[in-house]
């Protein structure tokens, strides 16, 4: 068995309620709730399970070749959706290697317009049911798995990996393959940051999972950079225009950042844990390290630091408002005294040439 697995992630504002939006789809839809197959349910925890609308089959025709695709989507109640076409089959057309077929697929327009509908489509069933759902086409992470079960298939996995049919060095083709691993002879598998390809004697539902998992994860935490990038710059314009205005008007509207401050860095702080543990796989040291793998190849660290080190900044600018405002109090109260001291002592003054 040979089969593509093409996948589009995108994110859709703020958590959901799984429960609810299930229950109303499922008088239409085929729904179900993800489920790793080979291990023990304590071998990988996930709080919330997303969850999984079967759509209609879709096809797709590529230099004269139908292609036909199952299609999938997974909600996740930290807010994102995933898309996924499938393309199964026992044997390729013709005269055509995985390799070759795989780089039919590898351009990105290929697929695109497919997304971009069945995006629609499932807009169109979830947002009744999701309150306040905001949806940026345009922002999303794609990915590819490929998978063989003919261990002795003699694919090239750098060809695939890259998307390109090139001759690589020595040099290059190490660092392609470097992410590699199996859990017995008769499977491995081959990471890098756009796509996988997966050798096994069966097939590796669980590994397609967790290898999506860390996709959505890194949708996540790349959204939540751009939002805080986002945030900062009209932070720094907040506080500018206060420093420009009069100092009651400043002290208030300090007040206002500090507070927007504050609700920013909790809200983030809170999503940013969930997160980075939006599954945690504790027993079975494969699938760990595959997960693990996963997420070093996504760059899942560089985008959680820069997250991390946005959260600080806005920490730091209220740390140092807040300061600034108890300065401009000590200062106010300060001034209170001087006049209250000045009037009780013209009051003294006034009295005493009164009664002399």
């Keep these: ?8 992630t995108y994110d859709i504002g703020r958590e959901y309620d799984l429960n609810l939006l299930e229950t109303a789809l499922a008088r239409s839809y ?3 709730r993800v489920n790793f197959q080979r291990i023990k349910p304590k071998s990988i925890m996930i709080e919330e399970p997303p969850l999984s609308v079967r759509m209609h089959p879709t096809e ?3 230099s004269g070749t139908r292609y036909e695709m199952l299609a999938y989507a997974r909600i996740y109640d930290i807010g994102a959706i995933s898309l996924c076409f499938v393309y199964e089959t026992e044997e390729l057309p013709a005269g055509s290697s995985l390799e070759e077929t795989g780089l039919l697929f590898s351009n990105e327009e290929v697929l695109s317009d497919t997304f971009t509908s069945y995006l629609s489509n499932l807009t169109e069933i979830i947002s009744p049911h999701m309150t306040d759902m905001v949806l940026d086409p345009s922002f999303y992470e794609d990915y590819s798995i490929f998978f063989t079960d003919n261990l002795g298939d003699p694919v090239d996995p750098a060809v695939l990996l890259m998307g390109e049919n090139t001759r690589f060095s020595t040099q290059m083709r190490e660092e392609i393959m470097k992410n590699s691993m199996s859990y017995s002879e008769n499977d491995i598998s081959f990471l890098s940051w756009g796509a996988a390809l997966l050798k096994n004697s069966e097939v590796p539902t669980d590994l397609f999972d967790l290898i999506e998992y860390a996709n959505v994860q890194v949708l996540e935490l790349r959204y939540y950079d751009r939002e805080l990038s986002r945030k900062m710059v009209k932070m720094y314009d907040d506080i500018e225009l206060a420093d420009r205005s009069t ?14 401050l504050m609700e920013i860095h ?7 844990e969930k997160i980075n543990n939006l599954i945690k796989v504790t027993e079975d040291v494969y699938y760990a390290r595959v997960y693990a793998t996963a997420l070093k190849v996504l760059r899942s660290q560089q985008w959680s630091d820069s997250v991390s080190r946005k959260i600080e900044v806005i920490h730091e600018n209220y740390s140092m408002l807040s300061e600034e ?3 401009q109090h000590s200062n106010f109260l300060e001034w ?3 006049i209250l001291i000045t009037f009780e002592t013209a009051l003294a003054i006034w009295q005493s040439i009164r009664l002399a």
């Design 247 to 260: 100092w009651f008007s400043r002290i208030r509207l300090y007040h206002r950042i500090m507070a927007d």
């Design 266 to 272: 909790a809200e983030v702080s809170e999503i940013t």
């Design 30 to 32: 085929y729904t179900a």
């Design 325 to 327: 405002v108890r300065i």
């Design 1 to 8: 068995m040979i089969a593509f697995r093409f996948y589009r």
């Design 60 to 62: 797709v025709t590529i």
């Design 336 to 338: 209170i005294i001087i």
